[in-house]
């Protein structure tokens, strides 16, 4: 049997499958379903300093072979997370990832500094969520500023610090080194893509956000194709997602150079793609006398 | 166990009306588990969302679910074409349904069109205490009539072109009947309308809402509903989890 353990950024994973932050809450939804043990890692809903409301509905939309969401970062706040979901989360026998967005460097510092304090596994900085004017993309869509805002969570943050890049850029490769020169410890991408759909009838968007981010199937080529160019310019490890629902996907990302994977919307297509996706991992390793799932990062073929 | 997927056989297919299919399934564990007002997230082969399906009868005996819905777009257009021995990938029961309370009082259950489905199996064990008003667009729309009537309610119908029963709002058939509680589930104005009526009563109502929705088990978010705390502080909850069905005093309509 291949091994299926990675290490991202000094933090042992059982395996390289990730929830992906907004897809899986908390983790409690989806406990009905397996032991979350089944799973790497769990990177949670994306928390704010303090409580947000979120957007108004809708916020969904499906698209083809994909979906856009407007949420708007609903979430209790880092302190109801510190106090509620933080312990049972540590009882589960998986990594547990906090994901923060902030409005100002500030809110991402007393995050920081307030999780260094428990014993999360790694703080993943959102600095790309599309769908709130100051939810840190402000940060995210630029060298000067990811490289600013990771420099300074770095200073307060103890934990292993990922950073999760949005898609919405021009160069990913430039992006991606300058939160490697910042200090992150590793790469989370991608976010969503920003997307639009309009209700032909009403000629009204979809969403009442107007836009969201696009996730699902759609997004697997543009994931692949950020992965690759961002490994080609970092060293530290790239935690790889975007449109992965099947582990042929799976098995592409890591060739592409990611060293872990998150999924998110294939949980709504099959609360179960995680474990299909591992197993399916777990075949292909086997089938070609591959010894361990870290010998696929990068070993892509290019002409 | 709460929830779960589990693939299940069609067994009985039927068109009711031009855009309405009736399907029953053998659905095991998940019929045993499931209560009235609660739905299922049924997946459709090639598209990324599964679609809430609301439940429209349980047989607990039998272990099927039964569900009536409407063709309202490609997904449930896909799912129309399933035929008897196909199997149905479902995860279900979801979210909270109807608090029947005591089946003694009166009550009375509005639907309008694709709404009146989920009432059916909250509307059986009230028997002859049950009213059930129902409307629909015309008179070839009408669909369960006989359903309500075979649970021993009293059914009256409304359409909006007057070619079955009360020609006018089915909210119409309110006027002079009296109740202990009202359950609704139909379009937002029908049930703004029931909402109003069951206040200016006093009469306690649940109504049943639906929303976009993707993971359908509270961990996106994505299916918000504007609601009220009794301190009237505002916030959204969620139609999967929370609802689908609502103490009506909660909902803040808006729009």
Known sequence: MADLQVNIAGVPLKNPLIAASGTFGFGREYSEFYPLSTLGGISCKGITLRERPGNPPPRIAETPSGMLNAVGLQNPGVDHFIERDLPWLKTQGTVIIANIAGNTPEDYCKMAEKLSGTDVDMVELNISCPNVKQGGVQFGTSCAGVESITAAVRRFCKKPLMVKLSPNVSDIGEIAAAAEAAGADAISMINTLTGMRIDINTRRPVLRNNTGGLSGPALLPVAVRMVWQASRRVKIPIVGMGGISQWQDAVELLLAGASALQIGTAFFTDPYAPVKIRDGLQQYLDRNGVASVAELTGAIRPW | ?255
Not at chain 2, 120 to 136: H, M, T
Not at chain 2, 195 to 221: F, N, T, Y
Request: charged share 25%; hydrophobic share 40%; with cysteine.
């Open chain 2, 1 to 255: 166990m709460k929830y779960d997927t589990m693939l299940c056989g069609l067994i009985r297919k039927n068109r009711l009306a031009e855009d309405i299919f009736d399907f029953t399934v053998e659905a095991g564990k998940l019929a045993e588990a499931a209560c009235p007002g609660q739905f299922a997230h049924i997946y459709v082969p090639g598209k990324t969302l599964r679609r809430p399906i609301s439940i429209c009868e349980i047989d607990r005996d039998h272990k099927t679910l039964r569900f009536v819905f409407q063709v309202r777009g490609e997904g449930t257009r896909l799912l129309s074409q399933a035929e008897p021995g196909d199997r149905l990938d479902i995860l279900a029961p979801l979210g909270r349904g109807f608090d029947l309370g005591g089946t003694g009082r009166k009550a009375v259950f509005v639907g309008g069109g694709i709404g009146v489905p989920p009432l059916l199996e909250a509307a059986k064990p009230f028997g002859e205490n049950a009213a059930v008003l129902a409307g629909f667009r015309s008179g070839n729309a009408v669909i369960l009539k006989e359903d309500f009537e075979r649970a021993g309610n009293r059914v009256m119908i409304a359409t909006d072109d007057g070619s079955s029963g009360h020609h006018g709002l089915v909210t119409d058939l309110l006027a002079g009947l009296a109740c202990d509680v009202i359950f609704a589930c139909g379009p937002t104005p029908m049930l703004k309308a029931v909402c109003r009526a069951a206040k200016e009563r006093g009469v306690p109502c649940q109504v049943s809402l639906e929303q976009r929705m993707a993971c359908g088990v509270g961990a996106c978010l994505g299916c918000a509903v504007r609601l009220r705390r009794e301190t009237g502080e505002e916030y959204y909850g969620h139609v999967c989890k929370d609802g689908p069905v609502f103490d009506a005093a909660q909902v803040v309509w808006e729009d």
